[in-house]
């Protein structure tokens, strides 16, 4: 007998093509009605060169990207272009920055000048090689004039040590330069000459595979006689340049000088001449422009003043020359010389100069009205009737008296809700700082009980206590680091109050993946202040093919310039006076508005201490430096990201913050500042968009544990305390932590008891957990101001670095 079965084809079983039905030509032309289409050639024709063509066609490509290389060579440091400027960072304490300088400063046949301001800043012109350079010195303590000056440099020059190569210190900006982006660099290393021979060569090669990790394939160039600082300047000069995006699109310069005049209302704000060498595109008058740490500002007018750092310089009578070298000031007789011949480039037109406004002011009265429908009418006039009561009044009483008439039981009735709830879990999460704070200030004895004693440092108990109090904060931030790694996002049911109206602001999803929800709903009133793009990433992109393709009217690359800014406080001007770099960016279209920023930053592995979300931190966005509180995230493809409440070391973390709008590319850094003014790098990473509709969701997780089991049902208990609570949440579906899935059926008693039904038998040792949800936003605490770290002190080992004490 033959088994009853489907049948099974065999392997030559004949395949008969599917029929196409609506497609045949025949039919497509009687529709058309004898219309005839044009015939578009297809890109992929234009692109089907023959062998030769294509070999031409690289061969023009390649000639091309070479060219635009040597003409960016030959531009950079000569007549036609901006000096070569050129950025010393001395990496370790036992290297003299002086000592540098003088044997690049004693190079035949070149001119040196002195830049007024700072101190170690000079210039130095070679008409024989037809270049010009500029040097500027950072020392590596100074974090943010390291970073500023490394925006706009066109080469670093790293001054190591003969034997250890860089110590903490500079291990710690190099760790922050490299962040931001690396420009061009060079290594340099003087001294070593005390050395004996062979301990030359074997600290040499020490030093070689000490440098690999951080510079791969990098030369050292020894720096002590004359000849090797010329082959120094010669590599610099023709080095290919390294790009950072973030610069090239946007045109900057670094003050050469700068000038203020006090404004006619007030001495504290008035009008900065700044003159510098115009770097990266053309700088449009019109534009706005960013002094780096102090904010944004208008522009007045552009002037040209002569160049002083020119090849050619005007022979003035009765100054004698040298024909080796020769030391001038500029800061004496340039200034006179400069006022004589300066011209106005261009002004600002208000009508086509960009707007200061960053925020929108928002219209509380503003709302959309519609006229009421016919039923809407209807329902309006039923309402009103079934509302009406009698009431005895006196002869003679007005419909408007008589609606003043309260009756004797309506008083009292009804009291005023108030909407809006405090937010329950931003008091839990400082209450353990709050803690710390009221701790210190009690206890402290009276100013006028006290007396001034001199006491020896050994017996100063009071400062080593307050570094245990740090101490204990820090060990309670430990504490609660650990305790969401292990149990994440869960929560304590509070006891004095519903879970219904603790948890109002909450929601339950059917599936934290697929489920919607909407981007426009329940927005707090910041987001009435910010911008928004209909799609940001079309309009980055328009506007940089505009950059490319289109000339804009103004100063071009290499100009040297006077800028008039506008309303700029006099503390600009002090800090630059103090030594500080001057750093200009013109911001691109729409930069000066508000929106949210979302970077995605990896943690930096130096830094180990817990960082929670809305904590203040300081940014290092491009080319701004502000602080703000931000929101932690997950890096994730969904529309909807949960909010992660420490900064996580082991993934990478979304950033979202309220702070003015950046086009990426930038590269972005975040500080944490000590309480005796210290900046700690704790995470690098890029500006990941402009986009305030990201969706961050803060789940947390209530937790209760099984009374009794059966087959499918058991009673759970401890997750709520009260009948009511059951009901309210009752919609909301259950999980387990070993993933079983269920639903409550019903409550049991008046003390929080549940029956609930699952997929599946629960263990004894099973945890059941209800998942709620709720959108957040970040705080407004954005403030452009920053102030200046302080400095680190060196030290040779590589343990952390030491403090600095203030007096």
Request: net charge neutral; charged share 30%.
């Amino acid at each position: 007998m033959v088994a009853a079965g489907a049948h099974r084809p065999g392997p030559l079983k004949q395949q008969n093509k599917a029929h196409k039905g609506g497609k045949h030509s025949g039919s497509s032309q009687r529709r058309a009605g004898g219309r005839v289409s044009v015939k578009a050639q297809p890109r992929r024709r234009l692109r089907d060169l023959s062998r030769v063509d294509r070999r031409h066609q690289a061969l023009q490509l390649r000639r091309q990207r070479k060219e635009a290389v040597l003409a960016e060579k030959r531009s950079l440091g000569s007549r036609d272009g901006p000096p070569h400027l050129v950025v010393l960072v001395p990496l370790h304490s036992g290297t003299a920055a002086h000592n540098t300088l003088h044997l690049l400063q004693s190079q035949d046949s070149a001119v040196v000048r002195a830049a007024e301001g700072r101190a170690g800043d000079f210039a130095l012109l070679c008409p024989r090689l037809k270049q010009r350079w500029r040097f500027v010195t950072a020392q590596a303590g100074d974090l943010h004039t390291v970073l500023d000056l490394a925006k706009v440099a066109d080469s670093l020059l790293f001054i190591l040590d003969p034997t250890d190569g860089w110590d903490s210190a500079g291990e710690y900006c190099l760790s922050c330069l490299f962040a931001q982006g690396l420009p061009t660099y060079a290594l340099a290393v003087p001294g070593g000459t005390d050395l004996p021979p062979k301990k030359r060569i074997d600290a040499r090669k020490k030093l070689a595979k000490a440098i690999e990790k951080r510079f791969p394939e990098a030369k050292l160039f020894p720096l002590n006689t004359e000849q090797e600082s010329s082959l120094l300047l010669r590599h610099l000069a023709t080095q290919k340049q390294r790009h950072l995006a973030f610069r090239d699109r946007r045109p900057h310069l670094l003050a050469y000088a700068a000038e203020f005049l006090p404004g006619q209302e007030s001495d504290l704000v008035g009008t900065l001449k700044v003159s510098g060498f115009v770097r990266g595109q053309t700088l449009s008058v019109n534009s706005l422009v960013h002094i780096v740490g102090h904010g944004d500002f208008q522009i007045s007018q552009v002037d040209a003043p002569p160049d002083p750092l020119s090849l050619n310089p005007r022979v003035v009578k009765g100054q004698k020359r040298s024909q080796d070298m020769e030391i001038q000031d500029d800061s004496a007789n340039g200034i006179d010389e400069m006022e004589e011949d300066i011209k106005v480039l261009m002004k600002a037109d208000p009508k086509k100069q960009e707007s200061l406004q960053s925020e929108v002011v928002p219209d509380p009265m503003e709302g959309e009205q519609t006229w009421p429908t016919e039923e809407e009418l209807q329902e309006a006039e039923a309402s009103l009737k079934a509302n009406r009561r009698v009431v005895k009044v006196p002869k003679g009483t007005s419909k408007y008296q008589a609606a003043w008439i309260v009756d004797d039981g309506e008083e009292g009735s009804e009291k005023d809700d108030d909407d809006e709830d405090d937010d329950f879990d931003d008091m839990m999460e400082e209450a353990v700082c709050q803690e710390g704070e009221s701790s210190e200030e009690e206890g402290e004895p009276a100013e006028e009980d006290c007396e001034t004693m001199t006491i020896p440092e050994s017996l100063r108990d009071d400062q080593y206590d307050e570094k245990v109090k740090e101490d204990e904060q820090m060990l309670e931030r430990y504490k609660q680091e650990r305790m969401d790694e292990m149990f994440p996002d869960e929560v304590d049911t509070p006891r004095d109050v519903p879970a219904r109206v603790r948890f109002q602001k909450y929601r339950g999803l059917k599936s934290f993946r697929t489920s919607p929800w909407d981007p426009k709903e329940n927005l707090p009133r910041d987001y009435a202040r910010i911008f928004q793009f209909q799609d940001f990433s079309r309009t980055r992109k328009n506007l940089f093919r505009q950059i490319e393709k289109e000339e804009t009217e103004g100063a071009l690359v290499g100009w040297y310039i006077t800028v008039h800014v506008c309303n700029v406080p006099v503390s600009v001007m002090e800090s630059f006076k103090e030594g500080k770099p001057l750093v200009l960016f013109s911001l691109l279209p729409h930069e000066q508005k508000m929106s949210v920023l979302n970077f995605l930053v990896h943690r930096h592995p130096s830094n180990n201490e817990p960082v929670r979300a809305k904590e203040e931190l300081i940014f290092h966005c491009g080319f701004r430096r502000f602080r703000a509180s931000p929101l932690f995230s997950q890096h994730t493809s969904a529309d909807k990201h949960k909010l992660e409440r420490f900064l996580r070391p082991d993934a990478a973390v979304v950033v979202t913050v309220y702070a003015p709008i950046t086009f990426p590319p930038a590269s972005v850094l975040l500080f944490k500042q000590r309480s005796n003014g210290m900046h700690d790098l704790i995470a690098t990473g890029s500006l990941l968009s402009v986009d305030p509709d990201r969706i961050v969701i803060k789940r947390l997780v209530l937790s209760g544990h099984p009374f009794k089991i059966f087959t499918k049902m058991a009673v759970v208990r401890y997750m709520f305390f009260n009948r009511e609570d059951v009901m309210w949440f009752k919609p909301v579906e259950l999980r387990t932590k070993w993933g079983r899935r269920g639903h409550i059926k019903e409550p049991l008693g008046t003390h929080g008891h549940m029956k609930c039904h699952f997929d599946g038998q629960l263990k004894s040792q099973d945890t059941v957990l209800l998942n709620l949800y709720k959108r957040v936003f970040p705080k407004w605490t954005y403030d452009p101001h920053v102030p200046d770290p302080v400095p680190w002190v060196r030290s040779e080992s590589a343990l952390p670095l030491q403090e600095v004490e203030m007096d």
